[in-house]
């Protein structure tokens, strides 16, 4: 039985004590608070056998083995590290710390202890998110594509927050770091890097209201693999009811990828009715999940007490708190300097330096090496490809998708001009029944349409090194006939 202390006994530490209710494997023995009414309520709340008002006698209790830390985050790294020192194993409340500097402490005092530390977010345990996980690991909407989400925040709804929960939040506001997008936007950085993975670079807009709610904001993302880009928009409406068992706000999330879209449908509150998630792709299904916001935290203490087992991995690790942590800083410093941040910047000795250097290397990126001829399709070198015309040609069937074109029946013909050392060739291909067939020799008497091109530039689009559009609307390929008949051709044969 692992004993277990909570200290910081506020709001969210109400839906971190049902995590032990009945739990086999661990129990809360202590709480901790500096406000002795309230320590001495918990303790009796939760059944606990002491309570304290100094830390630091609550790390001298020898019968505790695992402390979560719920105090307002400006406190998380000294008391951390001082947990960690006195051999305790530690789940510290999202976000980890307010600077990296202090991240990378408590970091270091968990490797030189040898003991657990977690830093507790229970988006990525709310069930509807980990739902959505599997989805798109099972590949059920393809390549992500984008994520949006979005957060609702209203003037009444919810449970009533003491003032003392609220002062050290506007003082953090005060410093820069916003009551929505940095401590409850901690929770959606962390579903973004959940759900679709590491992010490049971030930019963001974030107006105040009063000079401390820190709405209406829009963030943006990009990912650091391919084309896939996240955004965030918030508002406060101050006249809007939110119905809600917990803070008086929502969020939906949807994500879209090549061949579907996941409506994530809320979080935590209930401004949205009907399933949890939904699933489009090609037809709509709706799935039904346990879609309390207090069951994330459930999950967050089990994965807690379960990494002091050794049965699973802590999550977020401190590396990964403080990858969302450097998110996070990196939107307020985007919205102070009123440009892109680049995440590594924020480690980087010389941060303004590195910023310049990744930006030029974009720009020549995007920029094409080649001559202003060639850019303008009047210089291209396509006689390169013009020999392998033919292989390419029949190496079409291989790549024939005949789920992409339904019930299509098409005859085409295909004249090659003679280029480099490639002679003139003519094709006829025609599709039917779900099968494609390629003969060589002469151009069909009843083609539906004809494309007529050089060997060189067909090879090109065949290899990818240019796009069919652009070489028709470069006059380098005609098409005679039912034109419309040829844009299926990219389906079909994945052009």
């Not at 490639?422 to 020799?441: H, Q």
Request: net charge neutral.
């Amino acid at each position: 039985m692992i004993k277990v202390a909570i200290a910081g006994l506020g709001r969210i530490a109400d839906v971190h004590y049902p995590g032990y209710i009945g739990n086999r494997d661990a129990k809360i023995v202590a709480v901790c608070d500096i406000n002795e009414e309230l320590a001495l309520k918990r303790k009796q709340e939760w059944g606990a056998e002491r309570h304290y008002t100094d830390f630091n006698r609550l790390l001298a209790d020898q019968d505790v083995d695992a402390v979560e830390i719920l105090t307002p985050t400006m406190l998380h790294a000294e008391m951390t590290v001082k947990a960690l020192e006195a051999g305790r194993h530690v789940a510290v409340q999202k976000p980890m710390a307010n600077t990296l500097a202090d991240a990378d402490r408590m970091i270091a005092a968990a490797k030189k202890a040898g003991k657990i530390f977690k830093v507790s977010d229970n988006y990525v345990f709310y069930p509807p998110i980990l739902l959505a996980k599997k989805m798109i690991g099972e590949g059920q909407i393809g390549t992500p594509i984008n994520i949006r989400l979005k957060l609702l925040s209203g003037g009444s709804g919810g449970w009533e927050v003491p003032s003392t929960s609220w002062a050290w939040r506007v003082k953090e506001s005060q410093e820069g770091r916003g009551l929505q997008t940095f401590d409850h936007g901690h929770h959606l950085w962390a579903t973004a890097w959940f759900l679709l993975g590491d992010i490049e670079r971030v930019a963001a807009w974030i107006d105040y209201i009063d000079d401390i709610i820190d709405s209406p904001a829009t963030i943006m993302w990009k990912y650091q693999d391919g084309m896939q880009y996240g955004i965030c928009d918030y508002c406060h409406a101050p006249e809007l009811f939110i119905p809600s068992k917990y803070y008086g706000n929502d969020e939906w999330i949807e994500i879209s990828g090549t061949k579907g879209v996941i409506l994530i449908n809320r979080c935590t509150g209930n401004v949205k009715e009907g399933p949890a998630v939904s699933l489009f792709n090609g037809t709509w299904r709706h799935f039904d999940c346990e879609d309390d916001w207090g069951e994330g935290f459930k999950g967050s203490t089990k994965n807690f007490i379960d990494a002091i087992l050794g049965n699973e991995s802590a999550r977020l690790s401190g590396a990964e708190g403080r990858y969302v942590l450097k998110f996070s800083l990196a939107i307020q410093k985007a919205n102070r300097f009123h440009r892109e941040v680049y995440l590594d910047e924020l480690d980087a000795a010389f941060p303004a330096f590195y910023a310049m250097g990744k930006r030029l290397k974009h720009t020549r990126t995007k920029r094409s090496k080649k001559g202003i001829l060639e850019r303008l399709g009047l210089a291209e070198n396509m006689a390169q490809y013009a020999n392998q015309a033919h292989d390419l040609t029949f190496d079409l069937l291989k790549h024939f998708d005949p789920s992409a074109v339904e019930s299509w029946s098409t005859v085409m013909g295909l004249q090659l001009t003679a280029e480099g050392t490639a002679p003139e060739m003519k094709f006829t291909l025609r599709v039917a029944d779900g099968k494609a067939e390629i003969i060589e020799g002469s151009l069909p008497d009843d083609a539906v349409f004809t494309i007529a091109t050089s060997a060189g530039t067909w090879s090109a689009i065949l290899l990818k090194k240019k796009r069919v559009e652009t070489a028709f609307i470069q006059g380098k390929l005609k098409i005679q006939g039912r034109s419309e008949e040829a844009l299926k051709l990219k389906a079909a044969f994945k052009l």
